[in-house]
């Protein structure tokens, strides 16, 4: 049988100085008709380049070496870039879902116009017929009231409405290829679910083919029949999905199983990173390019050429020189990691921490920012980002704040920190009240709280060396005496975090993400602070990187004792770090609890959602799960529903519900739940 | 806790921010003759007395108007001056008068900027109002009746020129320092409770100054150019010192039988002009380090 896209030997290069990087290095896969093909890998890995260098979407400074892309029984390379032949196909045959919705629709036209371009263009329709298409449409991406709302413009829409749209508009021309580029990766968990269980249903009624682009191995068991795997350029091991999620061969598929939580696992599991950095593309060895982070090369991998993908089993592909045909290769593979990395797999047993005394307390915090119009910033109505907050953090614990984003969790982490100013409440940190306490006074308590930011980019001064921007909390708190003492201490944290003192030097900018987290958390603890907040704090890392700050995270909370606030949007991880959880929907907590009473026997409808909207990176599990899609999505805080802020999306909610706010009533172990209807 | 002590060693190759800067500054040729042709301007005008062939305020009127010869290479004036050795003198109005009024600028003006963009709020609206309200104006009538009113001279060309030059400097400033008070490093500064002082001196000012260095030097071919034209009004420099507007000016007259006289002159102008915009265009490529990673 043919294939409907067969890619043989592609080679895509950069050019860069006078340095050649090697974005996709010999790369073969195909895709069958009606199939969902996964391609897995980190940032930087080629697996976006790969997929645009069959339709020549490529930047100027890239070229295609050498590669046959063929579709449909014709070789893509062989048109010209804007030839008549490549426009046809390109938005006609081939359909591509950008990442970022917010940019990928021109905001001067209305969605209707810019999916009837596509069909005037490609399928000779009139006006009437295109406009006609685009409700049909837009109706079967289930966007509501389609007639009204194909005259909207962009900016009327949400961010998952959007990313409906782009759906369409890549589905206008009945493609036979889907291209989606992570379509999903900058959207909230339960409107991925909805837009994967959307494409998903597009395929099976269709019989359209879709290459998922993604690093998220959780939606990749959920959703893909066969995966490609691919690391610095190439691909390492491909394969049917329970033969890479069962039987994963190549070290580096295994490893990136290890190192990602998951939302089953046991709670003393200790993530596997894989340590290291990926190869730096201009200058990859002529071995394996995973030799250096590989816990199992032998002598032979130092001096062998890069091996080829070998079959092993029916259809799965291996590139690798070790002798993985035995069966029990997963089992030696967790033995000898563990022995070779010195680290035990376990963490200690878990314990709660609720006998140590509360360090933080939160009461009716109330966050509001005033929403303005016109030329006198007349205020018109409060934003009421935070509304009526409540909980406890107690010392040496993990709280873990989750939530969709916009419901608020960064806004409360900011006002305890008081970055922003709270409008009402009570923060009482150590036993003194914080929320109203003036900038001067907040000096000696900021000492003991400190913040790990987001993005590690953006965080951290690019002007400065790392030794100023560790020192600088040292120096302004007027923690240190002397010169040498300043030295010395710089040197012990960058220890800490595992940085090389000899660094010290250098600007942020030399430094990987993960390093440069790692900078941002010996800057968090310079002051020796024994609360930190967490603020999405890895949710910008790659996901073998993630595991390395988890873990280091980890062994300083141990070592420390620090306590923490963990504020992230990934449930999976949240359970892995967090003792005790809060959920949080539309400025208010909806249910808080330890974590094994909330993941095990969560109550509130919104968490029950959030949980089955999760994938889990293990296809026989994604099986047996029943997959709820949660309907609607967050409304803005401008306009709240009235009564229980969840009740025009929940599943059980009656008009009881749509009068009368719930309080968040709590459970003799701590479990509290805002919702009547438990 | 082994795993904290171990360190991760494969950092990016090192290779100095300097080093990255330099290489991309002199990427191209034409950036290389501008660079060259400003530092002959600089060394021309410190060393002129031991440069020039003659005193350029030495009048003979015997000699006066005299095609380019062996003696006078690029001939003498009305005054029976050298043409070549009060060009090599002009060179210093024209530099002080550029480096003084964009300094004085940049100075007042970035300064304003940024106090408006980092307090904002009352300060901010006065502020920008008033540039707003300078701005307005424009800048050569700015400058003529500034100019008028100072009574010419070398000092009253560079403060008209450096007042019309404020308000752009604030702007520009004012843009930065707000866009980059919203960066999270500046944050985190706020958080660990940073002197303001601190704060706009260590993190706020060296992330703004790029934009303002590159203004700086386009802004000083504007005024040289600006005062050669002010010389060319006769609100320049006093007679008889030498600048290379009224000097254009001075040779107007016998344009059609010494067109050396005022081309000459001229010719500095459109050069050194010229050349600072070429560097100005290079700096901001350089100074970017966005732009410079990818070179």
């Known amino acids: 049988m043919s294939h409907l896209l067969e890619v043989k030997n592609l080679k895509t290069y ?64 062989k048109y010209k870039e804007n030839s008549e032949e490549m426009r046809k196909v390109r938005g006609g045959k081939i359909g591509v879902i950008f990442q970022e919705p917010m940019t990928s629709l021109n905001p001067v036209l209305t969605v209707g116009e810019q999916i009837m371009e596509s069909v005037m263009l490609h399928k000779q329709f009139s006006r009437k017929r295109a406009k006609e298409r685009a409700v049909e449409l837009l109706n079967m991406v289930g966007i509501p009231d389609a007639q009204e709302r194909v005259n909207h413009f962009p900016y009327q829409f949400s961010g998952g409405m959007r990313q409906r749209i782009m759906i369409a508009m890549a589905m206008s021309c009945d493609p036979k290829l889907l291209i989606a580029d992570e379509a999903t990766t900058a959207l909230d968990v339960t409107t991925q679910a909805q837009l994967l269980e959307l494409l998903k249903d597009i395929v099976k009624r269709t019989n359209t083919s879709i290459i998922l682009v993604t690093h998220n191995l959780g939606i990749v068991a959920r959703y893909a029949d066969r995966i490609y795997v691919m690391y610095a350029g190439r691909i390492v091991e491909s394969g049917e999905n329970k033969d890479i999620f069962i039987k994963p061969k190549h070290p580096y598929t295994i490893g990136l199983l290890n190192s990602v939580p998951r939302l089953d696992d046991p709670k003393d599991r200790k993530l596997i990173p894989i340590e290291g950095l990926p190869p730096d593309l ?71 921490k609720e006998n140590n005394g509360v360090i933080l307390e939160v ?37 873990g704040l989750v939530g969709e984003s916009g419901c608020g969790k960064t806004t409360v982490a900011r006002s305890i920190i008081r970055m922003y100013e709270p409008t009402d409440g009570k923060i009482i940190f150590n036993g003194t009240d914080i929320a109203k306490m003036s900038k001067r006074n907040l000096k000696n308590i900021r000492k003991n709280m400190s913040l790990v930011f987001q ?25 240190v005496d002397s010169k040498k003492e300043l030295h010395e201490r710089v040197e012990e944290l960058m220890r800490l975090v595992g940085l090389d003192p000899n660094l010290k030097d250098r600007v942020p900018h030399e430094f990987s993400g993960g390093q440069r987290q790692r900078i941002g958390i010996a800057r968090a603890l310079a002051s020796n602070p024994s609360f930190i907040v967490c603020d999405e704090a890895i949710s910008a890392l790659d996901v073998s990187i993630q595991a390395q700050i988890i873990n280091l995270l980890e ?71 029943e997959h709820k899609v949660l309907k609607g999505e967050v409304p803005s805080l401008l306009s709240r529903p009235k009564g229980c802020v969840f009740s025009n999306r929940c599943p059980i909610a009656t008009d009881e519900c749509r009068e009368m706010d719930p309080p968040l009533s709590v459970e003799e172990n701590g479990h509290g739940v805002a919702c009547i209807k438990v | 806790m082994e795993a904290t002590q171990k360190v991760e060693i494969n950092v990016p190759r090192r290779k100095s921010e300097f080093q990255k800067f330099i290489k991309v500054l002199l990427a191209r040729k034409v950036v290389v003759i501008s660079l060259s042709i400003l530092f002959l301007l600089v060394v021309v005008a410190i060393f002129a007395p031991w440069i020039a062939p003659y005193n350029p305020y030495t009048q003979n009127i015997a000699n006066s108007l005299q095609p380019p010869s062996k003696e006078h290479i690029l001939g003498t004036d009305q005054l029976g001056r050298d043409v070549l050795s009060r060009i090599i003198y002009g060179s210093r109005a024209s530099l002080i008068v550029g480096f003084s009024s964009v300094a004085l600028a940049g100075v007042i003006g970035s300064t304003l900027g940024l106090v408006a963009g980092y307090f904002g709020g009352i300060l901010d609206s006065i502020i920008m109002r008033f540039m707003d309200a300078l701005l307005a104006i424009p800048p050569i009538v700015l400058a003529l009746s500034l100019g008028a009113a100072l009574g010419g001279g070398l000092v009253g060309v560079v403060v008209a020129l450096g007042v019309a030059l404020i308000p752009t400097y604030a702007r520009l400033m004012r843009g930065q320092v707000m866009a980059v008070r919203e960066m999270d490093y500046i944050k985190a500064g706020e958080i660990s409770g940073i002197s303001n002082l601190r ?76 050349a600072f915009n070429i560097v100005g265009d290079a700096l901001r490529d350089a100074l970017d380090p966005k732009l410079r990673g990818s070179l």
């Open chain 2, 199 to 274: 704060n706009i001196l260590v993190h706020v000012m060296p992330n703004c100054i790029s934009p303002i260095i590159v203004l700086a030097t386009l802004n000083l071919g504007i005024a040289i150019l600006a005062e050669a034209g002010l010389s060319f009004l006769g609100l320049g420099v006093n007679p008889p010192q030498a600048a290379w507007g009224s000097m254009v000016n001075d040779g107007y007259q016998y344009l059609s039988r010494l067109p050396g006289l005022s081309f000459a002159p001229g010719l500095c102008i459109v050069l050194v002009v010229m």
């Open chain 1, 14 to 77: 950069f050019k860069l100085n006078d340095q050649t990087v090697k974005a996709v290095d010999d790369v073969s896969y195909h895709v069958n008709e009606g199939e969902i093909v996964a391609i897995v890998g980190e940032s930087g890995s080629g697996k976006s380049v790969t997929q645009y260098s069959g339709i020549k979407l490529i930047p100027q400074s890239a070229e295609i070496v050498s590669g046959e892309v063929i579709f449909e029984g014709s070789d893509l390379l």
């Open chain 1, 282 to 352: 201009a200058n990859k060895p002529k071995t394996c390019s995973f030799l250096d982070r590989c816990p199992f090369k032998m002598e032979a991998c130092e001096y062998s050429p890069a091996p080829q993908l070998v079959e092993v089993d029916k259809g799965h592909y291996v590139s690798c020189y070790a002798d993985i045909k035995g069966n029990d290769w997963n089992l030696k593979f967790e033995e000898e990691f563990a022995s070779a990395s010195e680290q035990v797999i376990m963490k200690k047993e878990w314990k709660s």
């Open chain 1, 455 to 479: 993005d590690p980019s953006s965080s951290l001064d690019p002007r400065q060396k790392v030794f100023n921007i560790i020192g600088e909390p040292l120096i302004i708190n007027k923690l």
């Open chain 1, 555 to 625: 062994e300083l909370q141990e070592k420390l004792g620090l306590t923490y606030l963990f504020i992230a949007h990934d449930l999976s991880v949240v359970r892995h770090i967090a003792d005790r959880v809060a959920v949080m929907y539309l400025g208010k907590i909806v249910e808080i609890g330890d974590w094994k009473s909330l993941y095990d026997n969560p109550k509130h409808p919104y968490t029950k959602a959030l949980l089955d909207a999760v994938p889990i990176p293990d296809p026989l599990i994604e099986e047996q799960r």
């Open chain 1, 363 to 399: 009461q009716n915090l109330k966050t509001y920012f005033p929403f303005t119009k016109g030329i006198f910033n007349r205020k018109i109505a409060d934003i009421k980002a935070v509304d009526d907050v409540s909980f406890k953090v107690y010392k040496g614990e993990t709280l």
